[in-house]
């Protein structure tokens, strides 16, 4: 993978909205009552943007080429 592939891997993490049913260990919950006009929370609340990339960067360590 290319730096830039990366890049556009751990941004687009970043910015996803986590799921209302998002229940991590830990006891962390978003519960149904979650004010509507709040945005839900994202990744952004799980990894800082170095952590991210540390993670992008195992996720695709050794990954088979296409052939």
């Given at each position: 993978?290319?730096?830039?592939?990366?890049?556009?891997?751990?941004?687009?993490?970043?910015?996803?909205?986590?799921?209302?049913t998002?229940s991590p260990?830990?006891g962390?919950r978003?519960?149904?009552?979650?004010?509507?006009?709040?945005?839900?929370?994202?990744?952004?609340?799980?990894?800082?943007?170095?952590?991210?990339?540390?993670m992008?960067r195992?996720?695709?360590?050794?990954m088979?080429?296409?052939?």
């Amino acid at each position: 993978m290319t730096e830039q592939q990366i890049k556009h891997m751990v941004d687009r993490f970043l910015g996803w909205e986590l799921p209302r049913t998002f229940s991590p260990d830990g006891g962390i919950r978003y519960t149904s009552h979650w004010p509507a006009k709040m945005p839900m929370p994202s990744s952004t609340n799980l990894l800082d943007a170095t952590q991210a990339d540390a993670m992008v960067r195992y996720m695709v360590e050794g990954m088979p080429h296409n052939q």
